[in-house]
């Protein structure tokens, strides 16, 4: 019984976590890193080592929600430190789960380092980062791109609803029972929830300053109250939509 109910709470805290990830990425007010540093205000301070070109001076920093970015005085790249990139990638990157598993083996000029997903680098003994704003911004939008497709290719997502084309051609592995029927989009109850819980939850999340850690406890303690929630608008939308019919 235990057991069941464990498995029960683990299902549903990475349910939970997936549509906040999805929701986050696909809210048209998610963070994205080069609009952070276009409107942020700098500091000048000093400075974290540059590992491309090896600047030690003072540099302008860019302060975020637990996170700081240096751009170096010397060359184009930006500085961070290990943890800052980790608490970046998760939040200009919409990843709620842990980001370990993107965490590989990269060279620089035939140095070994490492990096976080794409477009940067990370010297594990120094706990440094550096990257180029244009190629971290765009590894960022793909990892969202991505986290979108994974969750759109789930077989129950309504098909209308998918937000790149690319997915009607995914291999899911599934039986696809779910030929489009002639239904609108406007119609299928399940696809309007989705799209109210994507722009409430990507609402809450962009003006609150919740850290992802918040974020984690919250889904944890609230998701029963996400899925009541859901829940609660699928049952609107499907009583509002049998009123209009009639
Ligand atoms: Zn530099």
């Known amino acids: 019984m235990l057991a069941f109910l464990i498995m029960v709470i683990c299902f549903s805290r ?17 963070p994205e890193i ?9 500091e ?8 491309n070109c090896g600047s030690l001076n003072d540099k302008d920093t860019y302060v975020g929600k637990g996170f700081f ?13 290990k943890g800052s990139l980790f608490r ?14 993107y965490y590989w083996d990269a060279k ?3 140095l070994p380092y490492s990096r976080l997903y794409k477009g ?36 129950w997502f309504p098909k209308k609803l998918r937000s790149s084309a690319d997915i009607e051609q995914a291999p899911n592995g599934l039986p696809d029972k779910e030929k489009p029927k002639n239904e609108s989009a406007t119609k299928n109850p399940i696809a309007i929830t989705t799209v109210l819980m994507s722009v409430i939850i990507g609402t809450i999340y962009a003006s609150t300053s919740f850290d992802r850690g918040h974020w984690v406890t919250f889904i944890f303690i609230g998701y029963p109250i996400l899925m009541f929630l859901y829940l609660a608008i699928f049952l609107l939308v499907k009583r509002f939509l049998k009123n209009r019919k009639t």
């Open 14 to 30: 990475r349910w939970a976590l997936s549509v906040l990830s999805y929701s986050t990425a696909k809210s048209p007010f998610r």
């Open 34 to 42: 080069k609009a952070f540093i276009g409107q942020c205000r700098t």
């Open 44 to 51: 000048r301070k000093t400075g974290l080592e540059c590992l």
């Open 69 to 81: 970015v240096q751009k170096c005085d010397q060359c184009p790249y930006y500085i961070a430190t």
């Open 88 to 101: 970046m990638f998760r939040f200009f990157g919409s990843a709620f789960d842990d980001p370990d598993p």
């Open 108 to 110: 620089f000029h035939n």
């Open 120 to 155: 940067n680098y990370v010297s594990d003994p120094k706990k440094l980062a550096f990257f180029l704003l244009d190629e971290f911004g765009e590894a960022l939008n793909e990892f969202n791109r991505s986290r979108i497709r994974d969750f759109e290719s789930n077989w």
